[in-house]
């Protein structure tokens, strides 16, 4: 996971290998993985959070984040989540799209939120109803 994460996120600073391991020791928090792209998150009280998803960059485009984020609104189901949230970074326009195609809507930003080398990037903040698994 870290070293595809590593090879997914050219901004920031990468999760290392204990930092998964750390969350994943939590039985709050769960994987779901398609060859190539994986997504990482946790629900709690009826809400599901995504930390992180990522598809290794030569293999973007073919649907797998796609995948990995149906997975884990899935997987979310499973465990009672009544709504989804993620924030994302404003200059990650890919995966802004990917969010929007799913249904994510805004309900706020974090100005200055991320930082890169030469700057900060406000993260967008984004929220979707989950329907109950039974119902679909």
């Known amino acids: 996971m870290a070293r595809l ?16 391991e750390s969350l994943l020791a939590s039985p709050t928090c769960f994987g ?8 990482l998150g946790r629900a709690v009280g ?9 598809t290794d960059p030569k293999l973007r485009r073919q649907g797998r984040g796609r995948a990995c984020l ?10 009672h989540a009544r ?3 993620l924030e994302v ?7 802004r799209q990917l969010y929007a195609a799913a249904g994510y809507a805004g309900v706020g930003i974090r100005p200055n939120y991320y930082r890169r080398a030469d700057q900060t ?7 979707k ?8």
Do not use: C, M
């Not at 970074?89 to 995966?95: L, M």
């Not at 990037?121 to 929220?127: D, E, G």
């Open 89 to 95: 970074a404003e200059d990650n326009h890919g995966a």
């Open 83 to 85: 709504s989804a949230f």
């Open 121 to 127: 990037v406000a993260a967008h903040l984004l929220s």
């Open 70 to 79: 149906g997975a884990f609104e899935d997987e979310a189901r499973t465990r």
């Open 32 to 39: 779901v993985w398609t060859d190539g792209a994986f997504a």
């Open 46 to 54: 009826g809400e599901a959070e995504l930390l992180t998803l990522v």
């Open 129 to 136: 109803a989950l329907t109950s698994i039974l119902s679909r």
């Open 5 to 20: 994460h590593a090879a997914g996120f050219d901004q920031g600073r990468p999760w290392r290998a204990d930092e998964f």
